[in-house]
């Protein structure tokens, strides 16, 4: 048979009519490359600026005021805090309020006047390398021309190399800036997300094309039944894929874990259970399994590329901050990191702990409503 150009016509229009009926397919296809182009052009940013720092002063000298316009002004540090003791410098980085801590000594100007070269302490979090080696970079060239405008007439002698200033900069939490530290902590939380939430989309969804959901429907089984019914067994699968990689991370990459197991595990919970609420949620809004995959990669993608996993966090845009609060892998990020890398106890992770247990209440209402319209 020879090739008819208007059969070939008759399948593309078919193919578009199909496309035009199947509209959520259709928009997934649109909307997803859209997303993905808005994030990599906007959001990500593999050179982080304006990163948070905290300066603690005991010295309030002209040159100590030097410093600090001198540390904005490379952008990559904006002054958030100036704080008055250690103590609050310490809970500060260990919550990841700060990335730096900049600490000038009492007798700076005195040692600085003197030629003494005074020593000038830069703490900083190094658990995510990526967003602190940079500025780590710029800071010791920033150091030795800071206080040139100060050091004119009498003083230009302390101009020459080595510096007038001592820097001493200290890696927290991870001193060799081994990215496996940084990383396989993370991927608990995207390993998570990632199959929580597909699983139990396609479950459902496939329940409803294999006809089951009407044997399920002639049940009395209440919604809420249901979904506790549902989500339980994937909570255990889990708990099984947390040891797992647990267990890598301690014997084949020979991460520390400076905090306590127990508080990991409980507050793991929450966000399982939040990532199922997901799951249930685009199940009975999909109408076969491919939409349901495409749900789950709506929201996967901007947890991936949002939450401070791939890309520094404090990076990106403040638009992209915001929206990447609203997502739980971005809080639990920083709950596991904060407790395997800086051995965080439960009050420095509440304020990371609070907005994870607000979504799962968030998704559970929305997944238990939209069940409730699935059945009727």
């Known amino acids: ?14 193919e578009f009519i199909q496309m035009r009926r199947d509209r959520m397919t259709f928009g997934m296809m649109i909307g997803i490359p859209c997303l993905q182009l808005i994030l990599f052009g906007y959001a990500i940013n593999a050179d982080p ?19 600090e316009t001198a540390l904005e002004n490379t952008r990559y540090f904006r002054i958030v805090a100036r704080i008055d003791s250690e103590a609050e410098a310490e809970r500060l980085l260990r919550r990841g309020d700060v ?3 900049v600490h000038i000594p009492a007798d700076f100007e005195r040692q600085l006047l003197r030629g003494e070269r005074p020593a000038l302490l830069l703490d900083a979090d190094a658990t995510d390398p990526a967003a602190t080696s940079q500025a780590l970079g710029a800071v010791q060239s920033l150091i030795d021309h800071a206080f040139d405008p100060d050091l004119h007439g009498p003083l230009a002698h302390l ?10 900069a200290h890696r927290r939490y991870n001193p060799e800036g081994i990215t496996r530290y940084h990383i396989v902590p993370g991927l608990l939380g995207v390993v998570l997300t990632m199959t929580m939430v597909i699983i139990t989309a396609v479950a459902i969804t496939r329940e409803r ?9 002639s ?16 909570i255990l699968v889990g708990y099984l894929q947390t040891a797992a990689i647990l267990v890598a991370a301690r014997h084949l990459f020979h991460v520390p874990l400076e905090g306590s197991l127990t508080l990991l595990l409980v507050t793991m919970l929450p966000f399982i259970v939040a990532n199922l609420a997901m799951g249930i949620t685009f199940s009975t809004i999909a109408r076969n399994q491919l939409q349901a995959m495409q749900m789950s990669f709506f929201f996967f993608l901007p947890s991936l590329l949002l939450s401070g996993f791939m890309f520094p966090f404090r990076g990106m845009p ?17 709950i596991a990191r904060g407790i395997i890398l800086k051995g965080n106890p439960l009050p420095d992770i509440l304020p990371h702990l609070w907005p994870l247990l607000a979504f799962l209440v968030l998704a559970l209402a929305l997944g238990l409503k939209r069940y409730r319209q699935t059945l009727d």
């Open 1 to 14: 048979m020879r090739f008819s150009f208007a059969r070939c016509w008759a399948i593309i229009a078919k």
């Open 49 to 67: 600026r304006d990163l948070p720092t905290a300066i603690l002063a005991a010295d309030r000298s002209p040159f100590s005021r030097s410093l």
């Open 99 to 101: 990335l730096f801590v």
């Open 159 to 168: 101009r020459p190399r080595p510096g007038p200033v001592e820097l001493r």
């Open 209 to 217: 094309e294999r006809g089951t959901m009407e044997n399920l429907l």
């Open 219 to 234: 049940t009395p089984a209440r919604p809420a039944e249901v979904m506790i019914g549902k989500i339980i067994p994937y």
């Open 318 to 334: 403040d638009w992209a901050q915001s929206l990447g609060s609203l997502l739980p892998l971005t809080h639990f990020l920083r």
